[in-house]
T-cell receptor, first 113, second 112 residues
């Protein structure tokens, strides 16, 4: 069975601080895909990034960066110099083999001005 | 390009009533999903489909049925609504399993 654990339920930071959202996964598949989605207060789900199990390169996109480590089954997400607009619920998700897309419980990030 | 469209956006049902939620996508995606979102529970998969005419159970399928008679549509049915089915329902689609899923705007369902 596949499982995604986001241990941080809620995080609160002051604007301009850096923040890391943790994601730990479990899977028996050798090929799998990891995702991060953002759900702002308006409620829609926005795709942020996809990573396959064969590519452990870290990725940076502006203030966002992702650290994928197969050795620890983690796919962590860091926001540098956080802004109020980053306030949202962030979901980590996993799919692979014959298992469909499953999500973690999400981390609610509040960035205070 | 509409993407993924859910109908209706809001609904209030009485216990025991039935209803169908419609999800339509115009991206020619093979995979379609129905999730429910409850506070503190994240997104839980109800049912999914890997192509026209196919359906499969997810994590929380009890009390729901689905059909995918046309590739672009994925219907979620509640035969006898219960208060425990009060939730926000999201439909999503993806081209194949490994590509990103696109989500609808959600349906807020209240069962009283």
């Amino acid at each position: 069975a596949q499982k995604v654990t986001q241990a941080q339920t809620e995080i609160s930071v002051v604007e301009k601080e850096d923040v890391t959202l943790d994601c730990v996964y479990e899977t028996r598949d050798t090929t799998y895909y990891l995702f991060w989605y953002k759900q702002p207060p308006s409620g829609e789900l926005v795709f942020l990034i996809r990573r396959n199990s064969f590519d452990e390169q870290n990725e940076i996109s502006g203030r966002y960066s992702w650290n994928f480590q197969k050795s620890t089954s983690s796919f962590n997400f860091t926001i540098t110099a956080s802004q109020v607009v980053d306030s949202a619920v962030y979901f980590c998700a996993l799919t692979g083999g014959s298992t469909p897309l499953v999500f973690g419980k999400g981390t609610r990030l509040s960035v205070i001005a | 390009n509409a993407g993924v469209t859910q109908t209706p956006k809001f609904r209030v049902l009485k216990t025991g009533q039935s209803m169908t939620l419609l999800c339509a996508q115009d991206m020619n995606h093979e995979y379609m999903y129905w999730y429910r979102q409850d506070p503190g529970m994240g997104l839980r998969l109800i049912h999914y489909s890997v192509g026209e005419g196919t359906t499969a159970k997810g994590e929380v399928p009890d009390g729901y049925n689905v059909s995918r008679l046309k590739k672009q549509n994925f219907l979620l049915g509640l035969e006898s609504a219960a208060p425990s089915q009060t939730s926000v329902y999201f439909c999503a689609s993806s081209y194949i399993r490994s590509t990103e899923a696109f989500f609808g705007q959600g349906t807020r369902l209240t069962v009283v």
